[in-house]
């Protein structure tokens, strides 16, 4: 579900005064005083990455590149928590593409085995390769790749020729950087990238080493500046913090849109419910590293920390601040213990397959043809998310939000619509 | 007691009484839902029969067997929730779309290796949903490629397999149907899914939604892709010859469970009966099978202007049948990316 066109919301007619509308504003802050903690971490994380990678690329080495997968893999602690914010305010959702688009032909980036195949129906591209071409033809133009550049991986190969899976640019094309194909199929196991495809000179392996080296600094340098921009859009006077608190109403069906959203047709259905029924490691959320468990998980705490109005940032510390939650006690305490305590089972069912993963049953072996006990774990994380959307459900009702959805939905396709 | 009917008035002026709301509830699961997966029962048992008589590729009887079951399907296909949900039905028996092309590598892989899971009706279905189903079935009939690929016998055994599979998929859901899931949505108050009528108006309302934005967003938004770069490839069944077939048939059951959730608002009725009728009206006119004009185009003018008309009917249906159902949008399973 898209969100909400301001002009949609002003047709509503404001529901709360007084000391609710009071709370209702309070909520609104707390949830951008998250977003703004969370996306500060994603920068702070990010930009230690970007040490990491820099170290990497001056003085390559087997320690230098487990330095960066290990600072990938923190960074992608904060990050996975801000996917709730994704659905429900459009400036997040315009741009979320750069950062964490997937699944991606890696293919377009680097080499891959020969098991990847070729170009697809699909995709024209899925093998292009540009750490190996610095120069190729991309819809009839002539492109000069010479020089890898973050503005070449934004503007020209991102979604090249308009396909999806071309993902040039964040998280998940420098995961492929540090880990490359995981090629164990359904075995344990992550990728294996040597570090000498970062080495200089006759060690380097995979070929083209130091374009290998720039694309990895240009992917990470981006990363680094989208997050920039993302962190300052929820400081105070931010776009995205003026465009949730324009409208108190509106603001709270923009977070139940996301929760909704990413717990169910996101996260439940196309990541989770269609990878297991595929049998399909590829599906994975995190395939190159392996960390699928995690993504999984901190995309649910990130759920949880919005109702609930609670964010534990990098450095230990709470953010917290009045809740929906409180809102929701308020009128209809029942219904309250009701989303907490999903919002309760859903993490418990998440920590389960985490535990499992971290204890050496690895996602891709929990999506197995017949593998019941993997099947089990992933279904019961699908089973909380569906249930806990259902719940998120009765509290836009509860909040009399409903009209606001209807409003929200009309304009998905057709912002004139509400002008009729 | 009184007091009680009278709050209900006063909260609820538009959504009419509690019973209109029960019958309609009641019609719905009657006239509509029960029907479609009876329909989808049977034919996908004589889909299996008929791949048991002769699984040619070619076979005329399969084939015929195999268009029918897959109408059957596409007329509840809409209906995506319970014992369609349950144990992952809907999925097995309809994957599709399929970015990654993941049925041809699934069925090349299983043929390759001749992959004794056939062997099992239990086992089967166990396989990668991207080799069961309606649209795996459409490889190994239609492609030129799979229906050719490997040795005959072990496709034949696959095709019988896949087809047994569906009509265990689609007995099951009747029955789940059948048991419980119409008694649970007719009467919700005994049940832990769904607390009051709303809740199950909200769940076919939402039917009714996503069903229209699944026909317009994806069934005509994937070939249509965009201007520069139109997909006819990516267009639905058209191996089969059955794209624009899926648009009608979906549009014809999605106007029947509207005219019968709409009943409550005679207004809501007549606008939306009218906007169903021209798109209805812009698919007998398009004569573009497997939407191969999205290239040229002229042929794309034709595509892009039913798929506003669906537009259409879904804007109605927002504006004023969620409303008069007293309903709210809910979530669904195309929200996200």
Redesign the interface.
């Given at each position: 579900?898209k969100p909400l066109l301001p002009a949609a919301v002003a047709l509503c007619a404001s529901l709360g005064t007084g000391a609710m509308a009071q709370d209702k504003a309070a909520v609104l802050e707390t949830y951008a005083d998250i977003a703004a903690a969370a996306y500060g971490d994603s920068l702070i994380t990010a930009q230690r990455l970007q040490v990491a990678v820099n170290a990497l690329g001056t003085a390559p080495s087997a320690e230098a590149l487990q330095q960066a997968r290990a600072a990938w893999l923190a960074a992608r602690v904060p990050y996975q928590q801000t996917e709730a914010f994704r659905?429900g305010n459009p400036i997040v959702d315009d741009w979320e593409g750069k950062v964490n688009a997937w699944?991606l032909d890696e293919g377009l980036i680097d080499y891959v085995d020969g098991s990847y195949g070729g170009p697809?129906?699909?995709n024209a591209f899925a093998v292009l390769n540009v750490v190996a071409n610095p120069g190729f033809t991309l819809s009839g133009k002539s492109i000069d790749a010479a020089e890898i550049t973050p503005a070449l991986l934004a503007d020209t190969l991102h979604e090249a020729?308009?396909i999806e899976?071309n993902v040039a640019t964040g998280y998940h094309a420098i995961e492929f950087l540090l880990w490359g194909q995981d090629l164990n199929g359904h075995a344990h196991g992550a990728g294996n990238r040597p570090w000498t495809d970062y080495a200089t000179g006759d060690a380097c392996t995979g070929g083209n080493c130091d374009r290998r080296a720039a694309y990895l600094q240009a992917a990470t340098d981006l990363l680094v500046s989208d997050l920039e921009w993302m962190a300052a859009q929820w400081a105070d006077g931010g776009a995205a913090r003026n465009a949730l608190t324009a409208h108190e109403d509106a603001g709270l069906s923009a977070i139940l849109t996301g929760m909704?959203?990413?717990?169910?047709?996101?996260?439940a259905?196309?990541r989770m419910?269609?990878g297991l029924?595929?049998?399909?490691p590829?599906e994975e959320h995190d395939c190159f590293s392996d960390n699928t468990h995690n993504s999984h998980y901190y995309d649910g705490l990130g759920v949880q920390n919005v109702y609930l109005g609670e964010y534990v940032r990098v450095d230990g510390t709470l953010v917290s601040g009045p809740s929906l939650s409180d809102l929701v006690a308020a009128t209809d305490a029942d219904l309250d213990a009701e989303m907490q305590r999903k919002l309760s089972a859903t993490m418990r069912a998440l920590g389960r397959i985490k535990t499992a993963a971290e204890a050496g049953f690895s996602y891709d072996q929990m999506l197995e043809?017949?593998n019941l006990a993997g099947e089990t774990l992933v279904m019961g994380g699908v089973e909380g998310l569906i249930d806990q959307?259902r719940t998120?459900?009765?509290v836009?009702?509860t909040l009399d939000?409903?009209?606001i959805?209807?409003e929200?939905?009309?304009s998905l396709?057709?912002p004139g619509?509400v002008f009729q | 007691m009184r007091f009680l009917i009278l709050l209900a008035f006063v909260i609820t002026p538009l959504t009419g009484w509690a019973q209109d709301r029960s019958a309609t509830i009641q019609d719905v699961v009657e006239a509509h839902i029960l029907p479609g997966f009876t329909r989808l029962a049977s034919a996908s048992a004589a889909l299996s029969q008929a791949a048991q008589a002769d699984c040619a590729a070619a076979s005329e009887g399969l084939r015929g067997a195999f268009n029918d079951a897959f109408d059957a399907w596409i007329g509840v296909s809409h209906l995506r929730f319970g014992p369609t949900e349950t144990g992952?039905r809907a999925?097995?028996l309809a994957?599709w779309p399929d970015?990654?092309?993941?049925t041809p590598k699934?069925l090349s892989a299983m043929i390759e290796a001749e992959d004794p899971v056939v062997e099992s009706a239990d086992?089967f279905q166990?396989?990668?949903?991207?080799a069961r189903g309606f649209y795996a079935l459409e490889f190994l009939l239609y492609d030129p490629q799979i229906s050719a690929l490997g040795s005959g016998a072990y496709r034949c055994a696959l095709i019988r397999a896949v087809a047994a599979d569906v009509d265990n998929t689609a007995q099951a859901i009747l029955t789940d149907w059948q048991d419980h899931y119409a008694a649970l949505l007719i009467s919700p108050e005994n049940s832990d899914v769904y607390?009051s009528d709303?809740?199950v108006l909200?769940e076919l309302f939402k039917a009714l939604?996503t069903g229209l934005q699944f026909t317009?967003d994806t069934r005509l938004g994937r070939p249509l892709?965009?201007f520069?770069?139109p997909r006819p490839?990516?267009a639905e069944a058209r191996r089969a010859g059955r794209s624009l077939r899926h648009v009608q048939l979906s549009l014809i059951a999605l106007r029947d469970l509207a005219q019968r959730l709409a009943s409550i608002s005679p207004e809501a009725s007549a606008t939306l009966d009218a906007a169903f009728a021209q798109s209805l009206d812009l698919t007998e006119r398009l004569d573009d099978p497997v939407f191969a004009g999205v290239a040229d185009p002229q042929g794309r003018l034709r595509v892009e202007a039913l798929q506003q008309s669906i537009?259409r009917i879904?804007?109605i249906a927002?504006?004023d049948l969620?409303?008069a159902l007293g309903?709210?949008?809910?979530?669904?399973?195309?929200?996200?990316?």
């Open positions: 579900m659905f699944p697809t129906d699909e020729d308009g899976s909704g959203s990413l717990s169910y047709g996101e996260q259905g196309e419910r269609l029924m595929l049998n399909d590829e043809r017949g959307t998120i459900e009765r836009v009702t939000l409903d009209q959805a209807f929200g939905s009309d396709d057709n619509a | 992952n999925f097995a994957f970015p990654r092309s993941a699934a086992a166990t396989v990668s949903i991207a607390r709303e809740e909200q939604t317009a892709g965009t520069d770069q490839t990516r537009g879904r804007e927002a504006a969620g409303p309903v709210a949008a809910g979530f669904n399973a195309l929200d996200g990316d």
